[in-house]
Nanobody, 125 residues
Framework: VQLQASGGGSVQAGGSLRLSCSTS????????IGWFRQAPGKEREFVAA????????RYGDSVKGRFTVSRDNSKNTAYLQMNNLKPEDTAIYYC???????????????????WGQGTLVTVSS
């Protein structure tokens, strides 16, 4: 499966952005989708994940209550709505796919085998 994240940009603190993750190559509903980010000089961090059916989601502690992950299986696309952005949200955001449908901990980074190119989000104070 191929993934492409888009929708990044520059925004002031308190603003919003919506990222999209479009996929091709395999049936989208066969994958859990995760969002991860990497800030300059820092390790990659889990942001959010959504079950293949959309029936369950998971968030990193730093984004809970501000970010919402969703998916539209009919459009082969997942989304990350980011509200109340903070300067510390500045990072390259990646979407990834996990086809270990029956496994537990669907949000675990180690379970994600397919990665797209990232999209840069810059939040200024």
């Amino acid at each position: 499966v191929q993934l492409q994240a888009s929708g990044g940009g520059s925004v002031q603190a308190g603003g919003s952005l919506r990222l999209s993750c479009s996929t091709s190559g395999r049936t989208f509903s066969n994958f859990h989708i995760g969002w991860f980010r990497q800030a300059p000089g820092k390790e990659r961090e889990f942001v959010a994940a959504i079950l293949w059916s959309g029936g369950s989601t998971r968030y990193g502690d730093s984004v809970k209550g501000r970010f919402t992950v969703s998916r539209d299986n009919s459009k082969n696309t997942a989304y990350l709505q980011m509200n109340n952005l903070k300067p510390e949200d500045t990072a390259i955001y990646y979407c990834a796919a996990n086809d270990n449908i029956g496994a537990s901990y669907f949000w675990a980074e180690a379970r994600y085998d397919y990665w797209g190119q990232g999209t840069l989000v810059t939040v200024s104070s």
